[in-house]
Every structure is written in structure tokens, then in C-alpha cells.
């Protein structure tokens, strides 16, 4: 397996660096993908990292952890439960869904705003990873139940645009930022996807193995390479604060 690396290495630079301006924002969690984009793309241009989260969450200690490693200046938002409260019912009017889906543009709308007043233009994201490399646990559990596993990930990554990568636009463009994913990338896809389905899942415990050795090779430091997968409204804390309001969202809007 050894000698996909170097290949998919040279891949995840050329996909990053064509999202990249003169000046870009990243949202940032201090997790592998984020941090992989931001090691590669300080290289090219000048970055800001943005986070945000309930007080002591742990995004928000990873991403200072994370962005002091890197040397990349951070800008934090701590968020309190109203300011939540207030964020998804204006998510929910830009894209009006479940409690599940707005949920994650809580944290996207609030990293947007605070990219918006330094003056940016442009916000880069993760997106696409968990379905080029494996990194949620129900894709484990599909292949458990004899599903075709990678038909469901070829199909999830190509639908992606209509989906999350649809609604992060929509919130980013109502701030007036452009949001780009270097991981939605065809060439990545087309790489990714030809490599066998039981090597893409060797890494059950913190998922996405290929991406951490690749990004190990690139020289991203450990504490990010070895941090387990968090989506960013679990590891912001947001969900633990809509969940316990969600009766009372769900009679306003």
C-alpha cells in the first residue's frame, strides 16, 4: 500500500492549491482535514484560520492547539446558547430543513461572518473527505450489513454539490464569501475511488487511514494526523445545544 501515498500526496497538494487566492479564511477545527488544507495552502498564499464553539469545546482547544503548530493566526468565537439559538433560526430561513441538516450551518454561518469582517473573500472547507475516505462509522455499518459500500460512496461524493456543499454555499454567498472545498475534487475522486474498498477502511478506529498516512508524508504534525473525527457540529458543541432545545426551534419555526 505503501506506494499510493506519494501519488495521492501530490494529488491533495495540486487539489488544495487550486482553491487558493492571494488570501483565503479556512474554517477551521483543529481536525485532520482542515489542518491538512491549512499546512498546504500557507505554503501559497496568506491564511486566517477561523473557529468557533461552545465555551471549552473541543474544537475550540483543538483548533488553538492546532493553529500555534501550524504558526497561522486564529480567530475564535465562543458561542453562548442564545447566539446558537439565534444562528439556526437564520440558517433555517436560508436553508429550511431538519434540525440534523441546519444544525451544521450553525457553525459555517458564524465562521463566515467572522471571515466577512477581516475582509475576506474567499472560506475553504473539508467537505468530501468522509466520502473519498471513509469517515463516518454508518459507512462501516452499511458494509456490515452487505451493502455495496462503495457504490454508496461514489454516489454520496457525487451528490455532495446538491447537498451539504448546496447549503454551505448558500449560507456563505448570503454573507458574501465564495465557499470552495478542495476536497471535491475529480481527479482526487477518480484516484480514491479506484483504490480497493478494504484498504480505504483498514483505519476503523480514527477512519480515514490513506488521508492520515498521506498527510503524515506531507509533514502535518501529529496532534492533527491522530485526532479522531468530529463533525463540526459535535465538536463545536452546537449539538448538544439545539438537542436540548429542540422542541421549543421546532415551534418556532
Not at 477545527?29 to 491564511?47: F, M, Q, T, Y
Amino acid at each position: 500500500m505503501v506506494f499510493i501515498f506519494p501519488e495521492l500526496s501530490k494529488i491533495l497538494v495540486s487539489a488544495i492549491e487550486k482553491t487558493l487566492d492571494d488570501r483565503i479564511a479556512i474554517a477551521f477545527s483543529g481536525g485532520l482535514d482542515s489542518s491538512l488544507i491549512a499546512h498546504l495552502a500557507k505554503r501559497n498564499c496568506e491564511v486566517e484560520l477561523f473557529s468557533c464553539g461552545t465555551e471549552k469545546s473541543e474544537d475550540l482547544l483543538y483548533a488553538e492547539r492546532a493553529a500555534k503548530l501550524l504558526e497561522l493566526p486564529l480567530y475564535k468565537s465562543v458561542l453562548s446558547e442564545q447566539e446558537i439559538l439565534a444562528i439556526y433560526e437564520k440558517c433555517y430561513k436560508i436553508v429550511p430543513a431538519d434540525l440534523l441538516k441546519v444544525e451544521l450551518l450553525v457553525p459555517v454561518y458564524k465562521v463566515a461572518e467572522e471571515a466577512k469582517k477581516r475582509d475576506h473573500k474567499v472560506l475553504l472547507f473539508g467537505s468530501a473527505s468522509e466520502e473519498l475516505f471513509v469517515g463516518y462509522e454508518r459507512y462501516y455499518n452499511y458494509a456490515n450489513e452487505g451493502k455495496n459500500l462503495d457504490v454508496i460512496l461514489q454516489e454520496e461524493f457525487k451528490t455532495l454539490v446538491s447537498r451539504e456543499i448546496a447549503w454551505v454555499k448558500k449560507v456563505c454567498y448570503k454573507l458574501g464569501l465564495e465557499a470552495r472545498f478542495p476536497f471535491y475534487n475529480q481527479q482526487l475522486a477518480d484516484f480514491v475511488f479506484k483504490i480497493p474498498l478494504e484498504l480505504r477502511m483498514e483505519e476503523k478506529e480514527l477512519k480515514k487511514g490513506l488521508l492520515r498516512e498521506a498527510a503524515k508524508l506531507l509533514g502535518l504534525p501529529d496532534l492533527m494526523v491522530n485526532r479522531k473525527k468530529r463533525a463540526m457540529q459535535y465538536g463545536s458543541g452546537v449539538h448538544k445545544v439545539l438537542l436540548k432545545n429542540a422542541k421549543k426551534l421546532n415551534s418556532i419555526i
